[in-house]
């Protein structure tokens, strides 16, 4: 089934933001991570040490990229950060990169070797067409990261850039945090992956080497499709 997505919406006020939407099907996800893959996931966090120890994480160019792009929409708070950046944090820290299955932490791998903000969804919990565009009056998002006691429920605040579906919001702030009811499980047979540029890095090659981890470690097929400024919106076949 074709699978869309548009960016329409922020072209004009983000003219750099550039997604590839990889679909992914027939997939076969492992319970637990290989030590294949722990072994690259350990060479990628040494390689980002390697390259940016000692760098404020404000002077690493694909990070400082987002934080424009975030403050273009109004984030100013330090407790929201875009996905690479809390990965980037953790990885010079020597704190590893959280082991969730096979295929979140092989495109974790990726993100943090690219520099660039990677976002998955089970395609069977998440219903397009697909969005990146500002919140809307109705809009539900439920917080994977809720802890135990808290209230779930946080929606997004007007003027704020999402990722959604037909249903329901997938990523609140850009790509900062999922939607409970989408996420990945060693169960998923097929999702669909966006990988996010903002002016910095090779949208191509992260998109190679996410198609080849992916296939590599979770089997299936990737088809992939990139939307633009000059192409907003993409349906991938």
Not at 108 to 122: E, F, K, Q, R, T
Request: proline fraction near 6%; aromatic fraction near 8%.
């Amino acid at each position: 089934m074709p699978t869309s997505l548009t960016i329409a919406e922020l072209t004009e006020r983000f003219p750099d933001f550039r997604v590839a939407v990889l679909v992914c099907e027939n997939l076969a996800i492992p319970a637990t991570r290989p030590p294949e893959l722990d072994s690259l996931i350990a060479e990628r966090e040494a390689a980002a040490r390697a390259r940016y120890g000692g760098s404020e994480l404000a002077d690493i160019p694909g990070i400082a990229a987002w934080r424009a792009a975030y403050k273009g929409f109004g984030i100013k708070k330090t407790s929201y950060r875009c996905s690479v950046e809390r990965l980037m944090k953790n990885a010079l820290a020597e704190r590893p990169l959280p082991s969730i299955n096979p295929f979140v932490d092989a495109y974790n791998a990726v993100s943090l070797a690219a520099v660039a903000c990677i976002g998955a969804d089970d395609l069977d919990k998440a219903e397009g067409p697909f969005a990146f565009r500002y919140a809307r009056a109705g809009d539900s998002f439920i917080d994977m990261a809720a802890e135990a006691g808290e209230d779930p429920n946080d929606p997004p605040k007007d003027g704020e850039i999402v990722y959604a579906g037909a249903a329901h919001v997938l990523c609140r702030r850009w790509n900062w945090r999922q939607d409970a009811r989408s996420i990945i499980t060693p169960a998923t047979s097929r999702a669909i992956l966006t990988i996010q540029t903002n002016g910095w890095g090779s949208l191509d090659a992260a998109v190679a080497d996410a198609s080849g981890l992916i296939g590599r470690f979770c089997g299936g097929r990737v088809s992939v499709a990139v939307a633009d400024r000059n192409s907003p919106a993409v349906t991938v076949v």
